[in-house]
Structures are given as structure tokens and as C-alpha cells.
């Protein structure tokens, strides 16, 4: 049952006079449920509650915390049709959408859970002592990877399941041994609520203390900067866009202690298909990709918003196709009014920029909040000189670069801002556009080849991160159980008595966990 009221630890709260509703997109009506936006006081409480938590939490063993995030798991599945009707409600999302997103934000949870009962992902290092090496005696040192204290992450409005309450963020942060505080969305706060009930009742059966979890409602940007403004407060996750993830980093970079952000934010996702693979299946390439840029309503961080191409006639046919098929797509409905409101926002502005052209654009009459999809093309030249043509524009929108040569593509892609990935579409031709492939490194996370970008894999392999604007910070993936390495720290122990050191970091490896003793990888004994 939803209450509307926010999680401080296990107990519900509601102290606030701000209040808002969610709302059903699919019939344009406000959702009956009211929810409190969280007080001062409330944010505070959580807070001091997450750091009370940690002084427990970040010792708590790794099979614990397995049987903790696997009985969320088993929470969330509980929830049954009442999460999934909710999911619905408050996205406008298909049944088939809600129990996918619901899978995988089990999977995410399950596999943190393997990661940390298995125990290795600390990175335990050993460098035993040596008392007689000249000229200077060698101390004993030992080194893991320790939580760095509360989180604060922030519900994504585009995946109310497998982003937002018990998504990757919360799943690596609490993997990691850290007490997480989410700042719940506001357009799937419902959702949000259940979810959370979900966490409460697991973090109770498995014997969790009291504020590792805490759910806040918020219905701007209030309760956010707070959260990043608090001094107890080590770490943020975010998905969302470029706007509200620079915000926050500025936000916490300000601090009197800054702390890092990690936010996953705008992508173009160019595909690049190379002449032989325009030339010999442009037919079904156009096809392949009106159906990619046009999945999900193309709210996917993911969604391809550019194609790039040298020219031909093999790509003016292509354009042809692509344009052709992407009118026969029905459209479907966005998520909130606000962001179909941005969508046709920022397509007017796009379509007016001079040397654009509209090639294809679906014309008839849609419901309210349904998405007429578009494509686009444009001189190399043009895009060049013009950088407001690489932003994003969030929804069913892709715009087809027509390139003049090789060289002109190389430097269209040297001038992108960084991306969570890029495309490839190859015809036994790659090995000849190795500066290509290179300059696509170099501005991506994830490079693809002869697929599409839409779609994100959850395992150890996945990159989901980028250089900026893609995410705040390069060097690491928000998805998949790497992504925990976000909410840690390296820490060493130097001549500790062994008696004293973590269980990780003792002679007899009582883990049984892989270390790196004196430069080899073992799981022996000292």
C-alpha cells in the first residue's frame, strides 16, 4: 500500500506541507495518490541516521550483506501486480516494460550479492614485510577497498525500476557497505514507495541496522541540494541529464569537503556505417535503425541520435528508407507532459538551425503525450561549424550526417563531446578505417559493431559511462558489479598486528578470497 509518506530508516514520515501528485501520461490525468515533499528536518534525520548506520554497516560481512540484498530481491517480487500496476500508472510504460525493468533490478541485486559473499572484488593486496633488505628495512603492508561513508542517489525518470530506488546505484552502494539515502523521482514516487517499503522490510528480516536505507520524497530541486549540500554525506549517484548531473557536481564540488558525483548523463550514441555496409544493406540498416531510434519512445540514454555517413547514393537511398520507415512506426507515449514538453522544445529549435532538413516525420494526429518521431540530415560542413547540432535531443529524434570523405568523418568525430557509446557498421571494411575506430575510442565508453547501441547488458564486461558529458567521471561503468569500485576508497594497514586486520587481510585467508600477495594472485595462506 502506498502512503505517500517518506522512509526515514524504518519509519514513515510525513512533517512536511508541500505536497504534489504523480501522473498517468497514457490518460492525462493526475494519479489520486498525495505525497509529502521531505522537510529539513527530514532530510537531516536521514541523514544522521545513514552515518549512525555506516559505523555498523561497513563492517557487516560480505555474507550478510549477500543475504540482505538477495532478500530485497525477494521483497520486490513480492510486490507483485501492485508494483507493476503502479509502474504503469505513474510511466505510461507497457506491462511488458515494468516486469523487464523488474527482472533486471533482481539480477542487479542477485549478482551484487554473489560479488560480495564470494568476497574477492575488494582487491586485497599483501606485501609482506622484509627486515633485512638493504638499505632500508621493507614494512609489512595491506591494502582493500573500504566504503567511503552515506549515499545520496537520485531516481532516474526514464527507469523507475532498474535506475531509481533499488537500481544499480543503490544495489553497488549497499553491495559496497555503504547506507544509501534515495532522493525518490517525482514522477514515479509510487513506484518509489514500494520499492522502498521493499528495502525496509529486507533490511528488518536480515538484521540490517536502522538507516541504511531512507527514502525521501521531493518534487524539484530542494530536498536534491540539500542531500549534496550535508557535510555527513560522501558520495552521489545520478542519471538524468546534462543540466541537473553538472548541478549537482558543482553543488558538491563547492562543499567544504567536496565529494565526488557520479553521474551518468546526454548521449548522441553516433553509428558510423561505413560505404561497403551502406552500399550492399542500407535497405535493412534503415530498417534495423527506425525501429532502434524510435524503442521506448527513444528515452534511452542510449537512443542513436546520429548517424554518420560518407556520401553516396547508397546513403542518399539509405536516408530515403530510414525516412520512409520511420513514419510507419506508431508513435507511443512519453513518460510526463514536462518531457514531451522538452522533446518538442528542443526538436523546434534543432529543425530551425540553417542547413538542417526534415526527411522524414510523422504527420498525424497522435493522443496527448505521444511522441511524433523524426529524422534529420545535414551537410558535414554544416554540422561542423554549427555545435548546437550535437546535442541530444531526448525522445524519437536522429539526424543522418552526410559526410564528404573519411577525413571530414574523422574530424566530425574528433569535435563530439564524449558519449556513452558508438557504432560501427561494417562490411569486411574495417580494418581500413583504423583512424575512425580510433578517434570513436577516444570519445566513447562502449564501441559497438554491426549492432545497435539501444539495449545495455548487465555483466562484469559492461562500460555504461563515458568522458564528459557522458558521465562525470570516465574511469568508471554505472552498470554491472564493477560499478561498486564508485563507492569505495583504497585502504592501507601497515605493520598491523594480524590478530587486528580484516578478515580479508589476515595470514590464514579465512575468506578463502583471492588475493595479490608479493606481486602473485593467490588464494593460499601467508
Not at 527530514?42 to 545513514?50: K, R
Request: charged letters at 20%.
Amino acid at each position: 500500500m502506498i502512503f505517500g509518506k517518506n522512509y526515514i530508516g524504518n519509519q514513515q514520515s510525513a512533517q512536511g506541507s508541500k505536497t504534489y501528485k504523480t501522473f498517468n501520461p497514457q490518460l492525462n490525468i493526475e494519479n489520486e495518490t498525495v505525497f509529502t515533499e521531505a522537510t529539513s528536518q527530514e532530510i537531516d534525520d536521514a541523514v544522521q541516521l545513514a552515518s549512525k548506520a555506516y559505523k555498523t554497516y561497513r563492517s557487516i560481512s560480505g555474507e550478510k550483506k549477500a543475504k540482505f540484498l538477495n532478500a530485497i530481491a525477494d521483497e520486490i517480487l513480492a510486490l507483485d501486480d501492485e508494483l507493476i500496476k503502479t509502474y504503469c500508472l505513474e510511466s505510461g510504460l507497457p506491462e511488458g516494460r515494468a516486469k523487464g525493468e523488474r527482472g533486471r533490478t533482481v539480477f542487479q541485486l542477485r549478482s551484487f550479492a554473489e560479488l560480495v559473499q564470494e568476497g574477492s572484488w575488494v582487491e586485497a593486496s599483501i606485501d609482506t614485510a622484509q627486515p633485512n633488505r638493504e638499505p632500508l628495512p621493507k614494512p609489512d603492508l595491506r591494502k582493500l577497498l573500504i566504503p567511503i561513508g552515506p549515499v545520496v542517489v537520485f531516481g532516474a525518470s526514464n527507469f523507475p525500476l532498474a535506475y531509481s530506488t533499488a537500481g544499480g546505484d543503490t544495489a553497488a552502494a549497499l553491495a559496497a557497505g555503504c547506507p544509501v539515502i534515495v532522493k525518490s523521482h517525482p514522477m514515479h514516487a509510487g513506484t518509489g514507495e514500494l520499492v522502498a517499503s521493499a528495502i525496509i522490510k529486507a533490511a528488518e528480516k536480515t538484521c540490517m541496522p536502522n538507516g541504511v536505507f531512507s527514502n525521501l520524497n521531493s518534487s524539484g530541486i530542494e530536498v536534491g541540494t540539500q542531500l549534496v549540500k550535508h557535510p555527513a554525506v560522501k558520495a552521489v549517484g545520478f542519471t538524468g541529464s546534462i543540466n541537473g548531473g553538472r548541478a549537482l557536481y558543482n553543488l558538491a564540488a563547492q562543499r567544504e569537503e567536496p565529494i565526488p558525483v557520479f553521474a551518468e548523463m546526454g548521449s548522441v550514441n553516433p553509428v558510423v556505417i561505413l560505404p561497403n555496409a551502406i552500399e550492399n544493406r542500407g535497405e535493412a540498416l534503415a530498417k534495423t535503425y527506425a525501429g532502434s531510434i524510435t524503442l521506448g519512445t527513444g528515452q534511452f540514454c542510449t537512443n542513436p541520435g546520429l548517424l554518420l555517413a560518407i556520401k553516396s547514393e547508397g546513403l542518399t537511398s539509405f536516408i530515403s528508407t530510414l525516412a520512409n520507415e520511420i513514419v510507419k512506426i506508431e508513435p507511443s507515449c512519453m513518460l510526463h507532459p514536462n518531457i514531451i514538453g522538452a522533446y518538442e522544445k528542443k526538436k523546434a529549435n534543432m529543425v530551425s538551425q540553417e542547413g538542417l532538413r526534415v526527411v522524414g516525420d510523422y504527420n498525424n494526429d497522435v493522443q496527448t503525450n505521444y511522441a511524433r518521431q523524426i529524422i534529420t540530415t545535414v551537410e558535414g560542413k554544416t554540422f561542423l561549424e554549427n555545435t548546437h547540432l550535437h546535442q541530444e535531443v531526448f525522445g524519437p529524434f536522429s539526424m543522418v550526417v552526410q559526410c564528404d570523405d573519411v577525413k571530414q568523418l574523422e574530424a566530425i568525430i574528433s569535435k563530439l563531446e564524449g558519449q556513452l557509446t558508438a557504432t560501427l557498421i561494417s562490411d569486411n571494411e574495417a580494418q581500413d578505417y583504423s583512424n575512425v575506430i580510433a578517434e570513436l575510442q577516444n570519445r566513447v565508453g562502449r564501441l559497438i559493431f554491426n549492432g545497435v547501441p539501444t539495449g545495455v547488458e548487465v555483466c562484469p564486461s559492461m562500460v555504461h559511462g563515458g568522458p564528459y558529458p557522458a558521465s562525470t567521471d570516465s574511469r568508471f561503468t554505472a552498470v554491472g558489479v564493477n560499478s561498486i569500485k564508485r563507492w569505495v576508497r583504497p585502504f592501507s594497514y601497515q605493520d598491523w598486528p594480524d590478530n587486528l586486520l580484516p578478515d580479508e587481510l589476515k595470514n590464514e585467508n579465512p575468506l578463502g578470497i583471492s588475493r595479490f600477495v608479493n606481486n602473485k594472485s593467490t588464494k593460499d595462506k601467508i
